[in-house]
C-alpha cells in the first residue's frame, strides 16, 4: 500500500490594490490632448530655462543692422526685426518671461485662493456670503480693462503684471478649494478631529487643506495661461514689461507695423503664445480631468 502525498494547496494572490494616483495616471495617460499638452508644456520649460545654450546671441544685441527684417532663413530661423535683431533668439527668451509671470502669478493665485476657499468651505454661513460677494464682484469685473487700469497707475513692469495676474487668478483656485472643503467638512475624519476638541485651523491646516491637493493642483495649472495672456495683452496694449526685454505681446505689437510685408515679425510670437496657451490649457484640463474625485477606482 502506497502512501499519498497531499499536495498543498496554493492560495492565488489577493489581487493588488491600486492607489488613486495610480488611477489618475491612467486617466490622464488615456487623454491624449493633455498628454500632447504636457509634453509640449515641457520643452517649453526646459526651452526657456536654457536659453542661452540654444540661441546664437543675446536677446538685446544689435548684431544685425545690414539684415534688418530679413526674412527665415538657415542663419536666422526666424528671421531678423526692425532693429537687427535675431528673432529667433527673442522668441526663445520671451518664453522666458511669459512662463515665469505665469507660474509666479499662478502661485500667488493659490497663495489667496486656498485660505480663502478653506474658511468659506468649512465656516459657511456669513463668511462663505461675504467671500462669495467678493468672487461675484472679481468676476463681474472685466479683468483685461481692470488690468490695464491698474498697469497704467502702477506704469508696468514685471512684478506688477505679476500682482494684477494674482489679483484675478485666485478666483478660480477659490471656488475649487471652497467645493472640496464643503465635500469634506462633513466626513467621519473631520468629526473625529472636533470630537476630540481640534480647533478650526487646525482641522483646516491638517486635514482638509491637504485632501484638497488635487483641486489646488488643478487651480494652479489652469492659472498659469490666464496669466499669460493678460502679460501678453498689457505688453501688447504698452503697460506690460518694458522694452528692451522679449516679451511675445510686445513683439506682436511690434510685428503688427510690418504685417502686410514681413509677416514673419508677427506670426511668430502669436503662435509661441498661442501655442503655450493652448498646452497648458489641455494639459490643465487633462489634469482636471483625472484628479476629478468622482472618476477615482472607475
Partial sequence: MTDTIATPIIEPA???QRSPLWFAWQRFLSNKAAVAGGI???ILILMAVFA???????PEAQLFLTQSLAFPSAEHWFGVDNLGR????RIVYGARVSLSIGFIAAGFSVLIGIPLGALAGYFGGRTDWVIMRIIELFSVVPP?????????????GYMSIVAIAALFGWVQV????RAQVKAFREKEFVRAAQALGASPWYIIRRH??????SPIIVGFVLAIPLAMMLEASLSFLGIGVPPPTATWGQMINEGINFMFYYWHLAVFPTA?????VLATSLFGDGLRDALDPTLKGR
Avoid: E, W
Fill in 14 to 16: 489577493p489581487p493588488r
Fill in 52 to 58: 542661452p545654450l540654444i540661441t546664437p546671441v543675446p
Fill in 144 to 156: 483685461l480693462l481692470a488690468a490695464m487700469l491698474l498697469g497704467t497707475l502702477l506704469r508696468g
Fill in 40 to 42: 509640449v508644456m515641457s
Fill in 174 to 177: 477659490c471656488l475649487l478649494v
Fill in 208 to 213: 482638509l487643506i491637504p485632501n484638497s491637493i
Fill in 272 to 276: 509661441a503664445l498661442a501655442i503655450t
Fill in 86 to 89: 535675431d528673432f529667433y533668439t
